[in-house]
């Protein structure tokens, strides 16, 4: 990991730890301990166990956008490159697990090929959180369907958008001469190798495994939800997080802390959650699908770079 990337992660875990203590003390701490102590030990054990399916179901997803670019890898390694890139999950937009790219690029893919990979997994995941942020009209159609459809304009607007197959020489077009032309070629040569994934088979097997995989988190906040005593439906708590996980990204603030928590807690408390219950399953939900991810991810890293080395001692030795 690069030192630029080490400081954006030990950043967003001291104002993550800073905005996570805050909100304990704000809410009052005994009250937030009493609604953690209220979560059994078996729903803990299942929200930890959906989030490492959910990883599982995208890896799946990802081999096969790797393979529809003829390149076939051991799926151990495989695995092990696709987590690495969670350890920059609290990036902006996940840019940092562009940093999977880098592993890629010793088995013969190609940047423009990772980086089209990566670039149509954001865009399927967000329409995958529009279609179950849809599940929250089914309790409050009046108060929360300009917010829904906002969110699908925005999205139905980039996927038409990129799947129009005359924007990448349009792109080479406006950048012919431009100060910033070799942004747009990149740009472009990135979307004629999306365009492989974007194929209507490709595109409803990711998006539909997308609604899979983030609908089993969803499920976890309400395990969450009903445990602390919030009497949430199944479609309620995956909606309320799915808006909260899309309000964090469109603010492109790492890993859209302190967005993603303040949305799902009020959220939380519109539907009949008191402030304490809000923080403590606000807490655990961000801590089992955002930085359980995180930590595999520096897993995955130490692994691979214990493995470096030893490749390169062995080398060394016999030379």
């Not at 399916?53 to 151990?76: I, K, T």
Request: aromatic share 10%; net charge positive.
């Amino acid at each position: 990991m690069s030192p630029h990337h080490r400081r954006a992660l030990t950043l967003s875990i001291g104002l993550s730890a800073v905005l996570y203590l805050g909100s304990v003390l704000f809410a009052d701490r005994d009250a937030v301990f009493a609604a953690l102590r209220r979560i059994d030990w078996a729903v803990l054990a299942a929200i930890f166990a959906l989030s490492l399916v959910n990883y599982l179901l995208r890896f799946w997803r990802w081999q096969r956008y790797v393979a529809a670019f003829g390149h076939s890898l051991p799926w151990c390694l495989h695995l092990l490159y696709y987590v690495a890139g969670f350890i920059l999950t609290v990036t902006p937009g996940k840019a940092g697990e562009a940093v999977r790219s880098l592993y890629l690029r010793g088995h013969g893919v190609s940047y423009a090929q990772s980086l089209a990979a990566l670039f149509v997994e954001r865009l399927l995941d967000v329409l995958a959180m529009s279609l179950l942020a849809l599940l929250i009209l089914l309790a409050r159609p009046s108060d929360y369907g300009q917010l829904v459809a906002l969110a699908w304009v925005l999205t139905l607007g980039l996927g038409w958008l990129v799947t129009r197959t005359w924007l990448p020489e349009r792109l080479r077009q406006w950048g012919d001469g431009h100060r910033y032309g070799r942004q747009f070629e990149r740009a472009a040569r990135l979307l004629d190798a999306a365009a492989v994934l974007l194929r209507p088979g490709y595109l409803l097997f990711g998006l539909g495994l997308g609604v899979l995989s983030w609908g089993l988190e969803g499920f976890s906040l309400y395990l969450v939800a009903r445990d602390a005593g919030v009497g949430l439906s199944v479609a309620t708590g995956i909606g309320i997080y799915a808006i909260a996980v899309l309000a964090g990204a469109l603010s492109f603030l790492p890993g859209g802390l302190g967005s993603a928590e303040a949305v799902m807690g009020m959220l939380l408390m519109a539907f009949g959650a008191d402030g304490p219950s809000a923080v403590a399953i606000t807490l655990l939900c961000r801590i089992a699908t955002l930085w359980f991810a995180v930590a595999l991810g520096g897993v995955a890293v130490g692994i691979l770079s214990i493995g470096g080395r030893q490749l390169d001692a062995e080398k060394n030795q016999g030379s």
